[in-house]
């Protein structure tokens, strides 16, 4: 049986253990500093006997970084290794004096959306809760090593996979990343995005809470079909049924994620079915101009026509914003992750 990761271990699993250890539990503070923080503390606080048990009955490693690559605009992708030697992107997007890191939930992907890269790879396996916060972990270590002075970056669940089709696992992650003592982060530092994975949807009432974005793309069921396979088996209606009742009960906004694909979805059609599904819902509108990756069917639009698209939005009093594309020169922008042995070995990926 595979060991458990210590990076998947809540404050209460590590509460627990230490008192199943025979520990005080004034012990907890100093060992989770130590283990997040400062290795050193450990030296002053916690006996050898102690960190050697613990490591035979949990996996202190964390992913190995295989690939890196830098953008012109200080996007950094990173290629992160698991011990089955199965690989995923994780990307680091610099956004005002800040880094956010976007993280993957699943190696591959099954939902096959046509617009993204991933899609076209298939689902491979679900990631473990300690693989996801390694990720971040290992992200933010490169970081500071750059940077001493660098603020630990917001999360986004926005890379390879889709967060809801991995809930116990990306629930164990959030909890990880929220918990004060270990990874620390508000949960208004964290976003976790879906295409309408109607299940995880409906199990988000009990569910570590977050920011939340819908991925949406059309406000009509045939075109989004085109787009996400998925609304076929849990409709866009059905969806918003659910959303409803959340935003109710957690009092939160939703985004709705929207790509801006030339000749596809962006005529006045679409924005009077945007104003209809969204003019009555606390909802704030982000567009992204799709990003073409090779053998994508699909092309951007120029500058003016997203523009005047937005322009429109906000004509009927919708809250629209514009994402601004970052590190599409190697890849890492939205949509156009996917492990790619063959292209970084030609150096084109
Ligand atoms: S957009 Fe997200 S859910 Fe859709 S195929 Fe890509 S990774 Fe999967």
């Known amino acids: 049986m595979e060991t458990l990761s210590a990076f998947s271990l809540t404050q209460e699993d590590w509460h627990k253990l230490l008192l199943s250890e025979g520990e005080s539990p004034h012990l907890l503070p100093f060992w989770l500093d130590g283990l997040y923080k400062d290795k050193k503390i450990w030296n002053k606080h916690v006996s050898p006997k102690l960190i050697e048990r613990l490591k035979g009955k949990l996996d202190f490693s964390l992913p190995e970084i295989s690939h890196v690559q830098e953008s012109l605009d200080g996007t950094v992708k990173f290629l992160m290794r698991f011990k089955d030697q199965m690989e995923v992107e994780t990307v680091l997007i610099p956004f005002h004096k800040r880094f956010t890191v976007c993280l993957s939930t699943q190696v591959g992907c099954g939902m096959k959306c046509s617009f993204c ?171 992204i101009p799709f990003n073409p990756f090779p053998g994508s069917p699909w092309e951007r639009p120029d500058e003016d026509e997203i523009k005047v698209f937005k322009e429109k939005l906000v004509a009927k009093r919708l809250r629209v914003l514009v994402r601004t594309t970052k590190g599409s020169d190697i890849l890492a922008a939205c949509g156009q992750l996917k492990v790619n042995k063959l292209a970084r070995q030609n150096g084109t990926n």
Do not use: C
């Not at 208004?188 to 793309?217: D, E, W």
């Not at 998925?230 to 059905?238: G, I, K």
């Not at 694909?261 to 567009?287: Q, V």
């Open 117 to 287: 890269y991933t899609g076209t790879q298939g689902l491979k396996r679900n990631l473990t809760s300690g693989e996801i916060t390694g990720q971040y972990m290992v992200a933010t270590k490169w970081l500071k090593q750059k940077n001493a002075k660098a603020i630990n970056p917001n999360i986004v669940f926005m890379g390879q996979g889709e967060p809801l089709h991995n809930l116990t696992e990306v629930s164990r992650a959030i909890n990880v990343f929220n918990a004060p003592q270990l990874l620390g982060l508000g949960q208004r530092q964290m976003t976790l995005s879906t295409v309408g994975y109607l299940p995880g949807i409906k199990a988000l009432k009990n569910f570590p809470h977050t920011n939340l974005a819908l991925s949406l793309h059309s406000p009509f069921e045939d075109e989004r079909k085109l787009l996400i396979p998925v609304n076929e088996r849990f409709p866009l209606s059905e969806v918003m049924k659910e959303l409803d009742i959340l935003t109710n009960q957690k009092k939160r906004i939703i985004t709705y994620e929207y790509l801006l694909i030339k000749n596809l979805n962006m005529s006045d059609k679409h924005i009077e079915g945007l104003y209809e599904l969204l003019e009555k819902r606390k909802a704030i509108i982000n567009l």
